[in-house]
Structures are given as C-alpha cells and as structure tokens.
C-alpha cells in the first residue's frame, strides 16, 4: 500500500492514506518534559524548578497508567515516552473526567509526530480508558470514582526508508544529500520539513526574498517500507532593499536606528544582514525586541520595503552583584545606569565594587573601586563606537597595595561582524606600595586591542573560537621610562554528539613587557600574576608570582597560561565541568618555565538568561608552601 502523506486523519489503529506528513509533524514540536525538582528563590529568581506554574487542580480526577512502548529501542522508547504527557504527569490529578479524555487524545497525537520523527509511518497508538477505546467515549465521559485506568499501547511498526528523492523548480539541480535526504537513510518526518525550509532559505540567500516552496509531497509505501520525496520550490526576483521604516521608537531618535542597524535602500537582500541588523541593534541594549519585517510584494521599482519595528525598555536600571572565593573573600558590586542618554542611545553606568571581603582581619586586604562609564554607539559611523572612562581605585592585595586614578578615551571599530578593533590613549597616577618600596608613577598609554569571535553564544559558547592581541605602548613621566606590553589570547569551543551535551573548552593565553631596564619601573598593577577564578582555579588572586628571598609576590614580566574543560549537561539547566589549569609567571621578558603551577577540579553550573551561575571547586596540584588547599570560586558566566 502506498501512502501520501497529505492531510492528518488520526486513529487508534493506524494512520490511514492521506494523512499530512506536513500536519502530522507540527504535533511534533513537543514541549520538553521536566523532571520534577526542589526549588527555591533567591532575589526573586526561581531555581530548579518545572517551567510550567503549579496551578490547583478544578474537580481533581486520578488516574492510573499502563504504558507499552512496543519496542526495545532506547531512543524511540524514551522519545515516545517523552511526548506524552500522561506519562510525564504520572501520578498527578487531571482536571474533570474530559480532561483525562482531551489529555488523552492531545498524547495520541503527540505520539503519532513522534513515530512520523522516527520515519514509523504505519505506527498504530492505542488509547484507552477505563477499558473503552477513546473514539468510543460519549462527548460527556463520567468514569466511576477512584483511580481511572490508563491503557496506551504503541505498536511503532518499522523504520521506513528514503526511496526516490527529487528536487523541482528553482530547487531542480540541487544534491538532495546536501539536504540530508539520501536514498536508504532513514527517512524522519523532520528531515522532510527541514529539507523544504533550507531550500527556501538558499534561495533566498540569493538574494530572492519571495522565494517559497510550491511543493512538498512525501508518499510511503508499506510494502516496500520506503519514502518517495518530491520538493519544489519558486524563487522569484532578485531584489535589492527598498524604503526602510522604523516604528516603535519613542525616546530614541528612529533615524538613529535605521542609521545603526545598516539596512539601506539599494543594498542587495541578504537574510544574514537582516539577522545581523536585528541582532546589533537589539545589543544596544535600549529596546526590549527587535523585529525586521519585509514587505509581501515587491514595490513598483523592483525592491523590497522593509520596516524595523522596536519596543523600548527601561532606560535607567540598577544593579547589584556578587561573587564569592574561599581564598580571596567576597566581592559586591553596584551600578546604574542609563541606556539613552540624548536620544541615540549614549549609555552612562556608575559603579563600585569592594572586593576582598572577609580575606583579612578588620579593613586589610579589601579593595574598592569607582567609576564612570560613557559610550555612543555609531559616533565615527555605524560601525564604531565612543567609549570614555574616569575610575579610582584602591588595591590592597598580597602583592602590594596601590591607590589610582586613571582616566580613558578610545574607539571601537566594527571590522566585520566578528572582528573588532579598539583604539584610545590613556592617562593614569598610581601611587604603589610593595617590595620594591613607596612608588609613584605618572603613566600615559595608547592601548590598541584586536578582537576575532567566531563563538555561536557569547555567554555560553558551545561552537567556535574567540581569539584577541593586544599592546599598550606607555610612557612612565617620573622615572622617564618607556615600556609595553603585549598580550595574546585564544579560546575554542567544540560540542560533541548531536544533542551538544558534551562540550570541550580550552584556552591559552600569553603576555610579555619590553623596555623598561628593571622590574620596579614597572608600576606593580601592570605587571603580571596569574591565580584565581579567572585564570589559575585553586589559587589565590595574585598567587602565582615571582617571589624575592622574603617569599613577597614582586610581578612578573611575562606568563603563560592555559585551561581545558570538560562542559557535560546532565539537564537543559544543570551541568559539571572537570577541569584543570596551569601558568607560569617569570621575572624575564621570556617565560622561563621554571615554576609552572596548575590546579584542578570540578564546578556545577546552572543555566539562566543572563548566563550560566557558575561554583568550582579546585585544588592546587603544587601548592605553595604556605599557601592554600583549596579553593571555591562562585560567579556567573563561564570560566571563559
């Protein structure tokens, strides 16, 4: 018998001829099942817990299930498990006797997508309550009191395969293995669909931005156990972009936001620079969506309209933070800000932070800073942006403690949407006590930073690489010297598997100093240390140094670093990362290599909106004689 696949006729028997493959797949986005957990607010977040809210339950009906899955195979065993929701919600009461009865029927459909996902085009879902199979029910079921019986039985059939495959239209002359549809793979409804959507999105690639799809049939033959597929396509014009609107804004100057996002009439249609476009306005952070809507026919001239509708969030806010580390004590941070300043969206952020807290004894050890932040997006084109900075800080740490007050003036340059360019001059008096005595210093700098990030998620990457160089060229005016430092970085980022629950990380990085003839022309914040959260887990803040024959932390002029992790998520919210990093600090302007310090351990990670809440546990693996054995570090966001 040979089935297409064309409008959805559902029974508990089978699925007969002309059922919709298209139909039949829009019941398979199924909403995740949650795993029942303890959970608890703090600063009115909620965590782990369900997404859906805990509703009382209207004229409560308990139910008792029989499940049979018909088939060994874990994966469609645990998928057609997973789409049905009696089975999730096991042992919690339905509203009403219809309710067990809608409940039930919503599962047959959900488990018929599924056996579609897992290309079982004759799978047979049999439901029935208190015995009565469900098209036999009365509109008004009234079950008898107590637990009602459950019975789902699946009976998945085989796994049918891709037969004959062909590509019509403005899609003719395309690899249909390019799509994913070879001949004798298994032919999943998600392919299919997955299949049509590219096709329409290359050719709009092209630059045709009515381009559609005029055809997607899929027929399957049950004596064969194969899927015949023909997809066609219509790409229409070629089209440039046409009169851009904005609609939406309100405190921000709409000329601005057409200016900011780079959309211009005459440009060729391009879907990735429509992306891009809503993606870089939406990170200015001024407006709570971003939506670019383009028009449904061409406008008389041959191009596109489009209009760039924005909704405005809050302008001002204010926050707090915090962080923690058994070795260097808390750290709490304040802000506020606004987002908008004249209307072109200036942002403005004051700050403070205290860090150290609970390291020493009274007000030893605790460091503060304060400053002032302002950038204007889009000030030497769209593509730059006007950062300018005023901070005071003092730093009490073990390696010196310094009062400073630097003040900061640069660029940003957007080079393409992954690479970046910064550029600025610097002016700063730092006034620093360490082992080389009471210094100050009157510093002038041009620190100059590129920055290339393929990295698919800037929060929690799990594809791509981020790497960065950079050089500070400084003058010191009271001692007359003249040094620089160089910095390089890089960062990758690969998921393993189809489901990315494994993810590997690694990172290494590199810095040296030139120019200045000893180690104390060299201001004591600007040289270098490694340990701590963000570097070397397992030690202290500043730890890893050059020592002199006192055992005082004196700064290096060059290091070495690197870390790798293993990012494993156990849930869509809960992940363990095993770890290990190691550094090296020398007095040299080249890394001798002759004290390299590593640490290892384990972190937990729970993911939220704003980026993953992080808490690592690491080790020193060759600790400093008086140094520390452990160390607990908790923070948001990554390691890196």
Known sequence: MRQRIDRPRLSTAFLRAGTSLAAAIALAILPAAATPAMAFKIFGMRFFESDAEEAEVIDPVNYSLTFETGTDDDELKKAIEASALL????????????????????????????????????????????????????????????????????????????????????????????????????????????????????????????????????????????????????????????????????????????????????????????????????????????????????????????TIEVSEGKQRYLGVGAQYSTIDGFGLQGYWGHRNLFGRAESLRIEGTINGIGEGSGFDNIGYTAGFLFAKPGAFGPASTFTASLKAAIADTDAYYAKSLT????????????????????????????????????????????????????????????????????????HSTF??????????????????????????????????????????????????????????????????????????????????EVRFNVTEKIGIVPFIDAGTVSRDEIPDFSDIRAGAGIGLRYATPFGPIRLDVAVPLNPYDDGDTFGIYAGVGQAF
């Open 87 to 306: 089975k999730q919600d096991e042992g919690q009461p339905v509203s009403g006797d219809l309710g067990l009865v809608i409940k039930a029927r919503d599962d047959r459909d959900r488990i018929l997508a599924t056996l579609y996902q897992k290309a079982r085009y004759g799978g047979v879902v049999d439901i029935r309550i208190n015995g009565t199979p469900l098209d036999s029910l009365p509109p008004i079921p009234d079950f008898p009191p107590g637990s009602v019986p459950v019975a789902v039985t699946v009976r998945p059939g085989p796994a049918f395969t891709f037969d004959s495959v062909a590509f019509s239209g403005d899609a003719a002359g395309r690899s249909p293995a390019d799509y994913g549809l070879t001949r004798g793979a298994r032919a999943d409804s998600t392919l299919i669909i997955k299949a049509g959507e590219r096709v329409v999105a290359d050719l709009k690639a092209e630059g045709r931005p009515l381009a559609k799809l005029t055809d997607r049939t899929a027929i399957a033959d049950h004596k064969t156990n194969t899927v015949d597929v023909v997809i066609a396509a219509e790409g229409g014009p070629v089209a440039n972009v046409g009169d851009v609107a904005v609609t939406g804004a309100k405190g921000v100057d709409p000329g601005f936001v057409k200016y900011y996002s780079r959309i211009n009439a005459g440009q060729p249609y391009s879907p990735e620079q429509l992306t891009r476009a809503a993606d870089r306005l939406r990170r200015l952070g001024v407006f709570s969506s971003v939506t670019i809507r383009e028009a449904e026919a061409l406008a008389p001239d041959g191009t596109l309209p489009m």
């Open 407 to 478: 003040l900061a003036a640069g660029a940003i340059f957007e080079l393409t949407d992954r690479d970046t360019l910064s550029i600025g001059g610097e002016g700063g008096w730092v006034d620093v006590n360490d082992p080389f005595g009471d210094n100050t210093y009157l510093l002038a700098a041009v620190p100059i930073e590129y920055i290339r990030d393929t990295r698919d998620d800037k929060l929690n990457p799990t594809a791509g690489y981020r790497a960065m160089i950079n050089a500070k060229p400084t003058y010191e005016f009271d």
């Open 483 to 564: 040094f620089s430092s160089f910095e390089t970085s890089g960062s990758v980022y690969q998921a393993l598997g189809a489901e990315e629950r494994v993810v590997l990380a690694g990172r290494i990085g590199a810095g040296t100093i030139v120019g200045a003839p000893t180690l104390p022309d060299i201001p004591a914040p600007r040289r270098f240390y490694l340990g701590g959260g963000g570097t070397v887990r397992g030690y202290g803040f500043q730890d890893i140094s050059p020592l002199n024959s006192k055992g005082e932390r004196l700064g290096g002029r060059s290091y070495v670093l690197a870390s790798a």
